[in-house]
C-alpha cells in the first residue's frame, strides 16, 4: 500500500506565506513526477505546479514567482513554498505523484488534501 499525506495548510493573511508538505511512504520502489493541485469550493481541480524526478518544474501562470516546488527524493518528499499569497489562492490542496510499487505496478496516487485558506 501506498499513501501520500500532506500537512501546512492553514489561514493566512493576504502576503502571507506558507509551505505544504507531502511525504510518501509504503511499498515503493520509485517517485516519478509530483505534483501540486488545488480546488477551491465549486470548481474543478486544478494542476499548480509539478516536478519531476530530475526536478524539472512546472507552473500555473497564476503562481509563477510566488510559488516554488522542491522535492526530497531521499525523504519521499514534496513542498510547495507559498509567498505572496492572494485571497483567489484559497482551496484545498492535493499532492499526487506516479509512483512505481515494489510490485512493479506503475500508478497515480493522491493525498486527502490540505486547506489553505487567505483572509484577512
Known amino acids: 500500500q501506498v499513501q501520500l499525506v500532506e500537512s501546512g495548510g492553514d489561514l493566512v493573511q493576504p502576503g502571507g506565506s506558507l509551505r505544504l508538505s507531502c511525504a510518501a511512504s509504503?511499498?515503493?520502489?520509485?517517485?516519478?513526477?509530483m505534483a501540486w493541485y488545488r480546488q477551491a469550493p465549486g470548481k474543478q481541480r486544478d494542476l499548480v505546479a509539478g516536478?519531476?524526478?530530475?526536478?524539472?518544474?512546472n507552473y500555473v501562470d497564476s503562481v509563477k514567482g510566488r510559488f516554488t516546488i522542491s522535492r526530497d527524493n531521499a525523504k519521499k518528499t514534496v513542498y510547495l513554498q507559498m509567498n505572496s499569497l492572494k485571497p483567489e489562492d484559497t482551496a484545498a490542496y492535493y499532492c499526487?505523484?506516479?509512483?512505481?510499487?515494489?510490485?512493479?505496478?506503475?500508478?497515480?496516487?493522491w493525498g486527502q488534501g490540505t486547506q489553505v485558506t487567505v483572509a484577512s
Open positions: 509504503g511499498s515503493i520502489l520509485s517517485i516519478g513526477t
Open positions: 516536478i519531476t524526478n530530475g526536478r524539472i518544474t
Open positions: 499526487a505523484a506516479d509512483i512505481i510499487t515494489k510490485n512493479l505496478v506503475r500508478s497515480d496516487y
